[in-house]
């Protein structure tokens, strides 16, 4: 069965640098998302993207953030200056098409740590 | 804006009981209702989805939940747990947009 994958796993990272989380989505999805769960609390959206542009964003996503299908098979989430509170983790997810009823499939997630 | 509210932060069962984990919801056009499974160190496994039809919505592992609209709940359940159920469990909404609102999460812990 196919699945969503992320690299890496883990990643440690000194406050103020930039970070890229990857995920290769199912193939034949369109529409790919980003959220985020910050330790104990609950799964946040960040964005979706189809066609290569932000369809929706949340409050979280600000200019820190940017994402990008550089390619095929990949998509990316960048934070530009990472700070102490962007330590959570990180899923990517994908659904076949575009609208509400569509079943997002999640990846295993990016642990981020921001020391 | 909507919301979603799970009531529990954990529910234990015996093996072999029957599991209920609550959710309820507030959505402002029609309310599309999924359950997430989160296994340790695991990201989210879809389980079920409501969107229209029948009330009972069945889905992966044997759960199954009942959408009731007068009471805005999207309860999720199996008739007879098991101890590889063990997990947390999400309630999520979307209306027309294309972004899940989680709930916060309940842990299920069935015991042998």
């Known amino acids: 069965e196919p699945e969503v994958t992320q690299t890496p796993s883990h990643q440690v990272t000194q406050m103020g640098q930039e970070v890229i989380l990857r995920c290769v989505p199912i193939s034949n999805h369109l529409y790919f998302y980003w959220y985020r769960q910050i330790l104990g609390q609950k799964v946040e959206f960040l964005v979706s993207f189809y066609n290569n542009e932000i369809s929706e964003k949340s409050e979280i996503f600000d200019d820190q953030f940017s994402v990008e299908r550089p390619d095929g098979s990949n998509f990316t989430l960048k934070i530009r200056s990472t700070k102490l509170e962007d330590s959570a983790m990180y899923f990517c997810?994908?659904?076949?098409?575009?609208?509400?009823?569509?079943?997002?499939?999640f990846g295993p997630g990016t642990r981020l740590t921001v020391l | 804006a909507q919301s979603v509210a799970q009531p529990e932060d954990q529910v234990n069962v015996a093996e072999g009981n029957p599991l209920t984990v609550k959710c309820t919801y507030s959505v402002s056009g029609n309310p599309y209702l999924f359950w997430y499974v989160q296994y340790p160190n695991r990201g989210l496994q879809f389980l079920l989805k409501?969107?229209?039809?029948?009330?009972l919505v069945k889905g992966s592992y044997g759960f199954e939940a009942e959408f009731n609209k007068s009471q805005t709940s999207f309860h999720l359940k199996k008739p007879s747990a098991l101890v590889s159920d063990s997990a947390l469990y999400f309630c999520a909404a979307r209306d027309s947009g294309y972004a899940l609102n989680f709930g916060k999460g309940t842990s299920l812990l069935v015991t042998p």
């Open positions: 997810a994908s659904s076949p098409i575009a609208g509400s009823t569509d079943t997002q499939y």
């Open positions: 409501y969107i229209t039809g029948d009330n």
